[in-house]
């Protein structure tokens, strides 16, 4: 399984491929379940990029969680989270993230 | 300090305008991000994984008060509170919107502060010896120099794609404070017989995967002749450097595969030609920059050894910060000051705005207006009369800055690692937070004594692990985060690189490692003035080795 994601280009926040646009949360991202459908997500990434909405995209890999999408690696877990060190900054500060957590 | 001369100005001011215009451009998508990436770069802004990161230039790791005071409202402003302090001396804010970088960079250019090469294949900031101008021990200033290095390798056309980054430390004493050994160029500002200044060179220093201690290929370079070697050095590296490889593009690998010997020889050559040219120095803009650093007229306030003798007597903490934090001025009325930015579980190098405009407040009133930023992630007041070194404790204390652990195992040097880098392969500033609350007693820190700890979180090592006594390298293995140990590291003249003791641990494992690594150092050490890395080139490793891993081996 797999989400889209990149950060926005006007303020750099991680955001992910939700429902035809793009979110601040990894929670209700649209996932890709088979190689067709990681392919379709890839090319919505890069006219995103070309139309200069978002840069650094990438697809990466998520489990779902109580119904909701995570990442697997702790890189996409931070990055969907906020600093560990930090849990008052991030979208893990946000109580709509609280709720994803 | 160094003010802004005309020149100064239009320059960073044209370079603010430029910046501005290509951003708005960014924004409304008329350059691409590929197009784009060079130019931000240029401007000290990286993408990292939360956010845009903005490195702002603290040249030689020089501030004057109004320049912090406008770090700490850029913090509040457009950041979050709160800015981290590297081991290039400079500081870098993790949440800055693109489109608010203008706006950040006119602020900083408001103070004379910029961002200009602190990222891309260029000369970075100079750094230079954080006790500099102030300690007892110094030579010379190191600083005009560092402005001289400043000024010819700003925007230097020839020198602005190189193979890859390059950087410099100037120190002007015996005692290395600015690890010039690990550095692309290290220059040790010292006297000939004659009295005269100049430099001993030191060439192909660095860090990261391909860890080099520097080689000394000049002892003595006349200071007129700055500029002329330097340009030699980089120009043969600029020739000869890779550009097929990046992991083989810093000039220590040119230096290493190419011989001591045969680099020598190029760089003289070059140098021949370059002598005698518009670059030797004149005595005169020497001079003209030196009379920038001029230090501050220290009056005599010799009430200062009775003050401190009663502070001390009514206050242990104080009397152990003094000890701790306080070091040797070159007039006996004053003393240099570290204000420690690795309070007990804290992140290592982070203060927050207001912190930022106290410590701003404190020097202005107690310290002639001067900071420093240290490599290793510290603030410093270089010049405190000792009469009024308890009202700075004092002042420290009522705003958390006031650990006394200078120089000891939780003063550890952490870069920010995976909880902000996207270059990270681990976290780095937890396992600082962990050992710094298992080490919490002071008492306990201070029996152990001198303890250099360094953390990177992945293999580019901002971290400094390398040359940390104790240096912990974060790397990921099987989807989990692993942190091997090098012992035996130092940043100083005696530099060496740190050698890998065995496994790595588990983010549960290290701290536990640290603690009995300290335990079997303090078993061996001949006595108390025997320091951790002193006892460690005397023993070897095979104590360690057998303290941390002989369960294993019994047990196999």
Known sequence: MKVLTANRLSDGIAVWYADGGWAETVGHADIAHDKAAEDRLEAIGAAAAANNEVLDVNVIDVTIVDGLVEPVRLREKIRAA?????PDLGKQASPQAQRAA | MYRYDEFDHDFV??????FSDQVKRRLAGEITEDQFRPLRLMNGVYLQLHAYMLRIAVPY????????RMLGQIARKYDKGYGHFTTRQNLQFHWPALADVPAILADLASVEMHCIQTSGNCIRNVTADHFAGAAADEVADPRPYAEILRQWSSVHPEFSYLPRKFKIAVTGAERDRAAIQAHDIGLHL??????QLGFAVYVGGGLGRTPMVAKKIRDFLPEADLLSYCT????VYNLYGRRDNKYKARIKILVH???????VRQIEAEWQQLKDTELKLPEADIQAINAYFAPPALSARPEGDALVKQARLDSKSFSEWLEQNVVTHRHPDYAAVTISLKG???VPGDVTDSQMEAVADIAEKY?????RVSHEQNLILPHVARADLKAVYDALVEIGLATANSNLISDIISCPGLDYCSLATARSIPVAQEISRRFASLERQREIGELKLKISGCINACGHHHVGHIGILGVEKKGSELYQVTLGGSADENTSVGEIIGRGFSSEEITDAIEQIVHTYLGLRLSPDERFIDAYRRVGPAPFKEALYAGETKAA
């Open chain 2, 61 to 68: 790791g020089t501030l004057n008060s109004r320049q912090l």
């Open chain 2, 190 to 195: 010292k006297k000939n017989a004659a009295g």
């Open chain 1, 82 to 86: 906020g600093p560990t060190i930090h």
């Open chain 2, 13 to 18: 001011q044209a370079r603010v305008a430029e």
């Open chain 2, 367 to 371: 310290a002639f207006d001067e900071l």
């Open chain 2, 232 to 235: 030699a050095i980089l120009r």
């Open chain 2, 257 to 263: 595969e190419t011989g001591v010997e045969e680099i």
């Open chain 2, 344 to 346: 007990i579980g804290e």
